[in-house]
Antibody, heavy 118, light 110 residues
Framework: QLQLQESGSGLVKPSQTLSLTCAVSGGSISSGGYSWSWIRQPPGKGLEWIGYIYHSGSTYYNPSLKSRVTISVDRSKNQFSLKLSSVTAADTAVYYC??????????WGQGTLVTVSS | QSALTQPASVSGSPGQSITISCTGTSSDVGGYNYVSWYQQHPGKAPKLMIYEVSNRPSGVPDRFSGSKSGNTASLTISGLQAEDEADYYCSSYTSSSTPVFGGGTKLTVL
C-alpha cells in the first residue's frame, strides 16, 4: 500500500522560505505514469493545487504561485520536496503531498500544518 | 486559472438523493474527461470518490455517481447516509496542464 508522509518546519517567519519533504513508501517514485503533487488548504478554506513533478524532473506549477515555487525529486531517497519563497500569512495552510495522474489524486499524505508568523 | 464553481452548501435527509454541480470552462471541465470528486471529513485528508467523470475507485459505494454535460460536471449521492456529511471538492485537468479545484461544497445530512 502506497504511503506518503510530509515533514518539515511547522512555523516559518514572513519573507522566509517554506520547505517540506514528502517521503514515499510502498512504491517507487520512479514509477511511470504518475506525477507527485503538492496541494494546500488554508484553515477553513478550500483546496489549492500548488504544482507537481514527474520522476523525470519535469514540473508544472500553479500560475498564481509559479514565481515562488520549486518542486524537486530525489529518486535515491524516494522522496520529493517543496520550497515556497517569500512567504506571508496568506501561505498559512495544511500542506498535502500526493500521487496524481492527470489531476486525479489516488493517494494523499496526512497533511502538515505550516504557520507563517513572526 | 480560476477555481471551478460549486455551490457553497447542499443538504438532504437520510435516504434522499442530492446533486452537487461543478462548473468550469471549455479549457478544463468541458475539454477533458479528467474530472474527479473528493470527499473530506473534518481534520482528514480528502478521499477520491469519482475519477474520470464517472468512475468509482474500489471501495467507494455505488451510491456515488458522476456525470458531465458540457462545462458542468455533477456528483450525485443517492440513499443519503449520515456518514456522507462532509465537504466535497471537484477537480479538473486543464489546458495549462495544471489541475484546478472547485471551491468546495458542504453537504449537510438533516
Amino acid at each position: 500500500q502506497l504511503q506518503l508522509q510530509e515533514s518539515g518546519s511547522g512555523l516559518v517567519k514572513p519573507s522566509q522560505t517554506l520547505s517540506l519533504t514528502c517521503a514515499v513508501s510502498g512504491g517507487s517514485i520512479s514509477s511511470g505514469g504518475y506525477s507527485w503533487s503538492w496541494i494546500r488548504q488554508p484553515p477553513g478554506k478550500g483546496l489549492e493545487w500548488i504544482g507537481y513533478i514527474y520522476h523525470s524532473g519535469s514540473t508544472y506549477y500553479n500560475p498564481s504561485l509559479k514565481s515562488r515555487v520549486t518542486i524537486s525529486v530525489d529518486r535515491s531517497k524516494n522522496q520529493f520536496s517543496l520550497k515556497l519563497s517569500s512567504v506571508t500569512a496568506a501561505d498559512t495552510a495544511v500542506y498535502y503531498c500526493a500521487r496524481s495522474s492527470y489531476g486525479v489524486i489516488g493517494y494523499w499524505g496526512q497533511g502538515t500544518l505550516v504557520t507563517v508568523s513572526s | 486559472q480560476s477555481a471551478l464553481t460549486q455551490p457553497a452548501s447542499v443538504s438532504g435527509s437520510p435516504g434522499q438523493s442530492i446533486t452537487i454541480s461543478c462548473t468550469g470552462t471549455s479549457s478544463d471541465v468541458g475539454g477533458y474527461n479528467y474530472v474527479s470528486w473528493y470527499q473530506q471529513h473534518p481534520g482528514k485528508a480528502p478521499k477520491l470518490m469519482i475519477y474520470e467523470v464517472s468512475n468509482r475507485p474500489s471501495g467507494v459505494p455505488d451510491r456515488f455517481s458522476g456525470s458531465k454535460s458540457g462545462n458542468t460536471a455533477s456528483l450525485t449521492i443517492s440513499g443519503l447516509q449520515a456518514e456522507d456529511e462532509a465537504d466535497y471538492y471537484c477537480s479538473s485537468y486543464t489546458s495549462s496542464s495544471t489541475p484546478v479545484f472547485g471551491g468546495g461544497t458542504k453537504l449537510t445530512v438533516l
